[in-house]
């Protein structure tokens, strides 16, 4: 099978800066038409997350490179808990939590991977099937004469945790990985492992593992750097968390405003991790950062948004940003809210609910920011905000403290958008 325009998956990667360590003779691997390769997810939360999407992206490159992709999903190692990057033991999952996470992940991986068709098409394994009919003395027979105790211990996942403590459950998942590796190369003809920085340990103990069983095998580890921003901070993290692969615990939204809010510095590294544009135009969008560094953000956000989410969602988000950022926005603005963008307003910043009955046809605008919000904190502090030209209903300056707030003012006949400052933003739902 020719790889697809003719891309090399090496020298892409090498380009996207996506390479931290290989094993020799990596280069040689890819000049082979089509290469297999996997890449393993543990079902330990239950989504993924933007940090996630890096290993996911090397596979759609894999993929797009004209090789075949395997899922690896860890029903068995998600069990005992990688001590890769941990200073502390992991709190165990049950079961039925790693089953559930698992099929999600599954459906949240299948959106980004081709597993229904052509001669690469990816495939997906649980590592639960190597060990659910195996006991642990066969497994140890089989996987634990094959490294040493030393050798174990020289990897840097376990050599961090010895002063602090590691159980042997923990202890033992560097074999599990090793055996792994070798049941795909013994069944799909899988030569290569890859992931984070972090997993180098694991995946040369896997390589180890292959060359001590199978004769005159050839087994291949390569990672990519752990990504992390300018200011050293890991990637994908903000004040509240995970930046999650799953609307339902990322909007998209705030999935959108993640990267306008990017640092400059940052703007390259990530329009080459996470771009599939062709390499012309990360190019010029990298030439780009320079000039007009929300432009990139912009580009960014709205190719990651519609990949990971939707356009729909992308455009709702879009719309909602604008509206919300823009200081010259009008009640027009207001009015041509679609329902679904103001439920999306309503989810992101302050709101409050107040019953339909407490409007009547009117309400006084110092009792909606005083008596039926907390908005202000007083009457009097109502009043001098409206008094001071601080005080919009969707997007309409209010300046006397007397007027009144019409039933016929509720956009989409529920809501209200209270401004108090430049900054202050607030929603109302009548219900």
Not at 349 to 376: A, M, Q, Y
């Amino acid at each position: 099978m020719k790889q697809k325009s003719g891309m090399n998956f090496y020298e892409e990667m090498k380009w996207r800066g996506m390479i931290d360590n290989h094993t020799p003779n990596i280069k040689e691997l890819f000049e082979q038409d089509q290469v297999v390769g996997y890449i393993g997810f543990d079902p330990t939360a239950p989504s993924l997350t933007i940090g996630n999407y890096v290993q996911i992206m090397i596979l759609k490159l894999f993929q797009e490179s004209g090789h075949t992709p395997i899922v690896l999903m860890g029903g068995a190692t998600g069990r005992i808990g990688d001590p890769s990057g941990k200073d502390a033991e992991r709190q165990l999952k049950t079961e039925e939590e790693l089953d559930a996470n698992l099929n999600f992940q599954y459906e949240q991986l299948s959106k980004f991977l081709n597993f229904s068709s052509g001669e690469n098409k990816a495939i997906l394994v649980n590592n639960h099937d190597f060990y659910r009919d195996m006991n642990v003395l066969e497994f140890l027979r089989k996987a634990g004469k094959v490294l040493t105790i030393n050798y174990m211990i020289s990897k840097e996942s376990v050599k961090n945790r010895m002063e602090s403590g590691i159980s042997f459950t923990e202890f033992s998942y560097q074999l599990l990985q090793a055996y792994d590796f070798q049941m795909l190369y013994e069944k799909q003809n899988c030569k290569l492992q890859m992931g984070g920085s972090d997993q180098w340990g694991n995946i040369t103990a896997g390589t180890e593992f292959i060359r001590k069983n199978i004769p005159n095998a050839d087994a291949y580890a390569l990672t990519t750097p752990l990504l992390t921003k300018t200011d050293g901070s890991k990637f994908g993290k903000s004040a509240e968390g995970n930046i999650w692969l799953d609307p339902n615990m990322t909007s998209p939204y705030a999935f959108y405003q993640f990267w306008l809010n990017t640092s400059d510095a940052d703007l390259a590294k990530f329009v080459k991790y996470f771009s599939l544009r062709p390499r012309s135009e990360m190019e010029e969008l990298i030439q780009q950062v320079e000039v007009d560094p929300q432009a990139v953000k912009r580009e960014l956000a709205a190719e990651l948004s519609s990949r990971i989410h939707s356009e729909s969602a992308c455009e709702s988000a879009r719309v909602v940003s604008q509206f919300l950022f823009n200081k010259k926005a009008k009640a027009a603005d207001a009015q041509s809210l679609k329902k679904a963008d103001l439920d999306i307003i309503a989810n992101e910043i302050p709101s409050f609910t107040i019953s339909r009955s407490d409007l009547n046809d009117e309400i006084s605008v110092v009792d909606l920011l005083s008596e039926k919000t907390s908005i202000c904190s007083s009457k009097s502090e109502a009043r001098r905000a409206v008094k001071g030209n601080a005080v919009s209903i969707n997007k309409q300056k209010y300046t006397d403290p007397d007027a009144q707030v019409e039933i016929s003012n509720l956009l989409h006949d529920q809501y209200i958008l209270v401004d108090n400052g430049k900054k202050n933003k607030f929603i109302v739902s009548v219900g």
